[in-house]
């Protein structure tokens, strides 16, 4: 189908350009201007920029379909402008076998809405102690290799597993975080967590963790996606370890760069994350590095948990925020913050994240894949649970406005959504 | 409207009308606040065998579910045995009868007297509960919608006023 | 974010949570109210009809004999009905959620939950989803808070010491896993204690502990001069196990208050321990039971500040 979108502020993260103009898309791709369109959307006051590609959504299929489906959570997604996103191995059962991951993929492909990219295990059932057969699994579709927020407790698994990866040139999507220094905690270890009396995990348990995973990527040449950065200390070592040429990258996900630990209040369990939010220092040092691009690209890490997982106290509580329908209003709310320009901010859940994820959406140029999203980045979201169109209602933003509304969606040359 | 009678005046002639009854076996007990400042006076005045005695009645009154714990509650010391006693139970102004019915519980929960005998500064009518004074001051009619209350001055000395009802 | 729940919409107290965020006031009126009931328990009637006709439930998720006990005299002593329920931790996890036993409960026309639970902030979520006219009173809930132990203790200091404003108080101990501690600290802070000491192995105090208020010492002897009153917090063997100490023989080494080591203190300082005490690892049975121990007093006010808190809350 031939669709044009209209009179919008067009902008490109790849290439800076940010102009008023028109996008053409057909035959699933962007495509020059001219012919008749058969499909027309005004986008007169509107932005008109790449989807958001989310490199870490938990879409609940297989094994917790309790808590969320494919339908509710691609449905978010597009809601949320978001065309590409990663799904963490962490399903039941895990991501470990290429006949699961084939069913996903074919589950995603049918409902044709976003597109999915499955992360697979890279350890059998996450366990830590056995290879995934990573061939087969890239072989069906995985574009990366994880733990999801699985602890590696032996140290010798995690560089063999380097090695394995390396050999055949895999990327691996990895959290740090010591398994003995986190344990039985639930909270950054500071003044908040004492006030509360909360087990803390303190911010050596990422610094120790990443110093080791840099040590090993320095000796295997492993491509290293750091995932859901914390803190500061972890900030500062991933800006050396770039400058010293090491083949690593990393995220955060968009909740830690607005929130810190004086959020838990009187212990709202959905300020309970995995990691966990930490000082107000950490944070600003976060959404600093966002914007100056030591952190690549901000995720929502998307985690719908059901009602009975947050209305217990804050220690037994699932961790997790549900998050793909706020991470195109919570990207912004942090560039007016920073003052940043909209093309470098929507860089970070576009083109920066498409160059993590090895995908060629993420761009608004002739011959690219039409993934695309149109927004008013004024126009106010409530969020509800009868806004949010995700079986998660779990957001420490719940009740908020917050600026920022898709008017529309577009996936492979498709228009998927409309409001 | 009548002046509102003299609480200096009125305190020596309660004092009179007591002197008769006291025994051996009478004690006095003073409601908080203004109960307690007229008993300390009359105890003076009267061959009390015992000190004084005195009571608040936060935990025994009837209106606690709708208005809670309002005020902090002072200690009730009561220096004598109440066992078998002919008690003097001192207030300053009676209205309702609602104070002296907890008074009474309160005192029935220290011991067994022989006898309690309600002594007045000021009787303003209005009684909500079978209560009457034995030994009264005066009456004293209040206007509508205004509370009658004993005040003391720095100097010690007693008056009755009006004041707006909360 | 939220307004502090533990306050109705008049500022009056509608829960006991926590002593932290409570105002200034309030806590002097809980303390001053207790008096008088110290008084109830002397008479021969100790009894005020002050509860009649309103329930209290005891909800406790830990187990607790002496809290639950001190409790359950102070609800009967205002004529209160009362209701024991020890719901072990386990036979909750498999099966009704903690709110939905309160919601059960809620059914059977309770005014009062008293609630011990094992994870910090549980009563918080009850408070938030009961019914306007009941109110809940922690009993203790992990390692977060103690009100009634806190409060009693600041009765304590203050039957002893009368004047906040020029004490100089000690807490010794796991202040790590102490919600006793935490109550405590923060009412002294609030009530004006001008210096208020952690004495400890670095173990044992958790993060961030000075942004509570207070001074840290690691050693006692230097920790314990010239104080007013000794707070000794209760040692437990988990602790042990936890790779926090050694031994309970090296623990009394170099933490358990002894006659020599209290003598570095004023000559008229008090000793105060929570309960149940463990002779010979945190105090020694000299100290326990010698002239400077208040310990039995403590369980006395107990009771007096525990009918206190309930008639204010239960009024408002």
């Not at chain 1, 950065?229 to 010293?244: D, I, P």
């Not at chain 2, 008074?103 to 005998?117: H, K, Q, T, V």
């Not at chain 2, 309600?118 to 509370?147: F, H, K, N, S, T």
Request: charged share 25%.
């Amino acid at each position: 189908m031939r669709i044009l979108i209209r009179g919008g502020r067009v902008i490109d993260p790849a290439s800076g350009r940010d102009a008023p103009g028109d996008v053409w898309v057909a035959d699933g791709r962007i495509a020059p201007p001219g012919g008749t369109p058969e499909r027309t959307v005004e986008a007169k006051g509107l932005v008109v920029a790449p989807g958001l590609i989310d490199l870490s959504a938990r879409l609940r299929e297989p094994g917790y379909e309790y808590k969320a489906t494919l339908e509710s959570e691609m449905d978010a997604a597009i809601a949320g402008g978001v065309t590409s996103l990663a799904c963490p191995p962490d399903t039941d059962p895990p991501l470990d076998e290429p006949g699961l991951v084939d069913m996903l993929r074919r589950r995603a492909k049918a409902l044709a809405l976003a597109r999915v990219y499955p992360i697979g295990a890279l350890t059998v059932k996450l366990q830590g102690a056995r290879l995934t057969e990573m061939s087969e699994l890239a072989a069906a579709g995985c574009v990366a290799f994880s733990q999801a927020n699985a602890p590696f407790t032996d140290t010798q698994v995690l560089w063999r597993a380097l090695q394995y990866a390396a050999t055949f040139g895999y990327r691996v999507w990895l959290r740090v975080e010591d398994p003995w220094l986190a344990k039985g905690g639930v909270a950054h270890d500071g003044e908040v967590a004492t006030r509360l009396g909360l087990p803390g995990i303190p911010p050596f348990a990422e610094t120790i963790a990443l110093g080791t995973l840099l040590e090993l990527v320095r000796a295997t040449g492993t491509r290293v996606h750091v995932c859901r950065l914390s803190t500061a200390a972890a900030v500062a070592m991933m800006r050396a370890a770039k400058k010293e040429g090491l083949p690593v990258s990393c995220d955060v996900g968009i909740h830690h760069v607005h929130l810190s630990d004086m959020d838990l209040g009187f212990y709202d369990s959905h300020c309970r994350l995995d990691p966990p939010l930490r000082s107000q220092r950490d944070r600003e040092a976060l959404a600093a590095a966002l914007a100056d691009g030591t952190i690549d690209c901000a995720v929502s890490d998307h985690t719908p948990v059901d009602e009975d997982g947050k209305h217990v106290p804050f220690a037994e509580a699932e961790s997790g925020a549900t998050g793909l329908e706020l991470l195109l209003p919570l990207t912004l709310k942090w560039a007016r913050e920073r003052k940043l320009a909209l093309a470098t901010a929507l860089a970070r859940v576009t083109s920066d994240a498409a160059r993590v994820l090895g995908s060629p959406s993420g761009r608004i140029e002739p011959g690219a894949p039409a993934d695309i999203v149109v927004f008013d980045p004024e126009a106010p979201f409530r969020v509800t649970p009868e806004t949010l169109r995700s079986q998660g209602k779990n957001s420490p933003f719940m009740g908020y406005e917050l600026a920022g509304r898709v008017r529309a969606t577009v996936v492979a040359g498709k228009l998927v959504y409309e409001c | 409207m009548k002046p509102l009678p003299d609480a200096e005046l009125l305190l020596p002639k309660l004092a009179a009308g007591l002197r008769p009854h006291v025994t051996p076996a009478s004690a006095m007990i003073g409601l908080y606040t203004g109960g307690a400042w007229l008993a300390e006076r009359l105890h003076a005045l009267l061959p009390m065998k015992d000190p004084l005695g005195l009571m608040d009645i936060a935990f025994y009154r009837d209106d606690y579910s709708k208005q809670g714990l309002k005020h902090d509650p002072k200690r009730t010391k009561i220096p004598f045995d109440v066992e078998g006693r002919d008690l003097l139970l001192v207030d300053d102004v009676l209205y309702t009868g609602r104070t002296v019915r907890a008074a009474m519980n309160e005192l029935f929960d220290y011991g067994r007297p022989r006898s309690i005998a309600l002594v007045v500064l000021a009787d303003r009518g209005g009684r909500q509960l079978p209560i009457c004074p034995q030994y009264c001051g005066a009456q004293v009619e209040v206007p509508e919608g205004m509370r009658l209350r004993l005040k003391r001055d720095p100097g010690g000395k007693l008056r009755l006023e009006l004041e707006r009802a909360a | 974010m939220q307004r502090n729940p533990q306050l109705n919409a008049n500022g009056e107290l509608q829960h006991l949570l926590s002593i932290e965020g409570l105002p200034r006031d309030t806590l002097l009126q809980i303390l001053d109210t207790a008096e008088p009931f110290a008084d109830v328990t002397e008479r021969e009637v100790k009894k005020v009809p002050l509860l009649r006709g309103k329930s209290v439930f005891n909800l406790f998720f830990e187990p607790s004999t002496r809290t639950r006990t001190t409790f359950e005299i102070a609800a009967k002593r205002l004529s209160a009905d009362v209701i024991n329920l020890n719901i072990a931790l386990s036979s909750q996890t498999k099966g009704e959620s903690l709110l939905d036993t309160v919601a059960n409960l809620s059914a059977m026309q309770a005014d009062i939950f008293v609630v011990r639970h094992a994870s910090s902030g549980a009563p918080y979520l009850i408070a938030r989803h009961v019914k306007p006219h009941e109110h809940v009173i922690n009993a203790g809930d992990g390692r977060h808070a103690h009100p009634t132990q806190g409060l009693l203790d600041l009765y304590t200091i203050r039957h002893y010491k009368k004047d906040f404003s020029r004490l100089t108080v000690a807490i010794v101990g796991d202040v790590l896993h102490s919600r006793v501690a935490r109550s405590l600290i923060h009412g002294l802070t609030t009530l004006g204690a001008p210096e208020v000491r952690v004495i400890g192995p670095q173990t044992l105090l958790p993060a961030g502990v000075e942004a509570l208020g207070v001074r840290v010492f690691h050693d006692m002897r230097a920790g314990l001069k010239d104080c007013d009153v000794v707070v000794m917090l209760r040692l437990q063997n988990e602790r042990m196990s936890g790779a926090l100490l050694p031994s309970a023989q090296e623990y009394f080494m170099n933490y358990g208050l002894t006659a020599e080591k209290l003598a570095l203190a004023r000559r008229d300082a008090i000793v105060m321990h929570p309960g149940p005490m463990n002779r010979g690892v945190e105090i020694d049975s000299s100290v326990a039971d010698g002239p400077h121990s208040v310990i039995l007093p403590q369980v006395t006010f107990g009771i007096a500040v525990r009918m206190a808190v309930m008639s204010i809350v239960a009024g408002n």
